[in-house]
């Protein structure tokens, strides 16, 4: 297990939601002791957080900026680019139905099928791009390759294998696809994610066609957007990430 993956994700955990709330209102419980009013607004601020994040009318407003930014690709054929990168996006360990072996998230799943439909659309050859930060199995990009291979027909040309984090998803693609003189592409990843993601791969010298899939701020405000769910917090939480992604990676990589 990568300590620096392991590390990341222990600080990820304090800072978003739910734990970051808990520990708030823990906070605000022991303030309260003798500070009676202070402990109490904080307590509350704690709660009405935790509710308005896990509605989706309160985790639109996070995500809602982030997806914008990453507009759908209109016309795939008229990019001008030389490859398509596919990120991934997480795994599902040891799934009994396919005889223990890991499968692809929901995230990547996506991803890589709108990766495989570009394919198909345009011809461009694929890289698949993980590593294998929290386990000591074969790394995502081999999974994505595989999976590509036997449920889309579709065999990633290049395989990056050994990076932790999205800057490194870039910084080794780069590597790997400039031994084939590929400086542009179409980049695949959420929506939400590609923001960051893109802010990366320029400064790893590419050209990028941002190639965005899984949209999850499109479902229309309702009364029902204002009932609390446990998916919603999810998404609150991934917004959330990725602000703080998008601070640190200017902060960390110099990214603009």
Not at 81 to 92: D, E, K, M, N, T
Not at 140 to 159: I, N, Y
Not at 191 to 205: E, L
Request: hydrophobic share 50%.
């Amino acid at each position: 297990m990568s300590l620096s993956w392991l590390v990341t994700n222990a600080v990820a955990a304090l800072l978003l939601p739910p734990l970051s709330l808990v520990l708030l209102a823990l906070l605000g419980s022991w303030l309260a002791y003798r500070w009676r009013v202070v402990g109490r607004v904080i307590v509350a601020l704690a709660a009405l957080l935790l509710i308005g994040l896990s509605t989706q009318a309160g985790s639109r407003l996070l995500v809602a900026p982030l997806e914008s930014a990453a507009l759908p690709l209109a016309v795939p054929s008229q990019s001008g680019a030389h490859a398509i990168v596919i990120l991934g996006g997480g795994r599902v360990y040891g799934a009994p139905e396919d005889a223990g072996r890991d499968q692809p998230s929901t995230a990547t799943l996506m991803r890589l099928r709108h990766g495989a439909r570009l394919h198909r659309l345009t011809g461009l050859p694929v890289l698949v791009s993980g590593g294998a930060p929290d386990t000591l199995g074969e790394s995502e990009a081999a999974l994505m390759a595989r999976t590509l291979r036997e449920d889309f027909g579709v065999t990633a040309r290049w395989q990056e294998q050994t990076s932790d984090n999205t800057a490194e998803n870039a910084k080794h693609a780069a590597q790997q696809l400039a031994v084939d003189g590929v400086h542009r592409i179409l980049l695949v990843t959420d929506a939400m994610h590609m923001p960051r993601a893109k802010r990366a791969f320029v400064t790893a010298g590419f050209e990028v066609v941002v190639a965005p899939t899984r949209f999850l701020g499109r479902r229309p405000i309702d009364i029902a957007s204002f009932i609390p769910k446990a998916s919603e917090l999810e998404t609150s939480s991934y917004a959330l990430h990725e602000w703080i992604g998008i601070l640190w990676y200017k902060i960390r990589y110099g990214l603009a």
